[in-house]
């Protein structure tokens, strides 16, 4: 059983910047696939990045053109969403997601575990 907590989420400007984390409970975490999904008002949720538990990242390539950084730390349990050059498209309630085994995928049903989302807003 894994527990995910997300934090970092806020009201930025466009053009800002934030960090994302998602701390996990759980002696395997380092075992885990870890992603960051997102869902806007009125839309499905989306893939955003994805990490490996060797650490390869998987972005989402429509939106993230470079601008968001996924990246983990195993000891700390613990995976970052850096956020740079937000836009007020951006705005959107961020969840961490994690899945036993496999590689990072854009599908949900994939991740058996969810946090409870971290709101990031972004005023245009």
């Known amino acids: 059983q894994v527990q995910l907590v997300e934090s970092g989420g806020g009201l930025v400007q466009a053009g800002g910047s934030l960090r994302l984390s998602c701390a996990a409970s759980?002696?395997?975490?380092?075992?885990?696939?870890m992603g960051w999904f997102r869902q806007a008002p009125g839309k499905e949720r989306e893939f955003v990045a994805g990490?490996?538990?060797?650490?390869?990242?998987?972005y989402n390539s429509d939106f993230v053109k470079g601008r968001f950084t996924i990246s983990r730390d195993n000891a700390k349990n613990t995976v970052y969403l850096q956020m740079n050059s937000l836009k007020a498209e951006d705005t959107a309630i961020y969840y961490c997601?994690?899945?036993?085994?496999?590689?990072?995928?854009?599908?949900?049903?994939?991740?058996?575990?969810w946090g409870q989302g971290t709101q990031v807003t972004v005023s245009s």
């Open positions: 997601a994690a899945r036993a085994v496999g590689i990072p995928t854009i599908r949900t049903d994939d991740y058996a575990y």
């Open positions: 759980g002696r395997t975490f380092s075992s885990y696939t």
């Open positions: 990490i490996s538990w060797s650490g390869g990242p998987t």
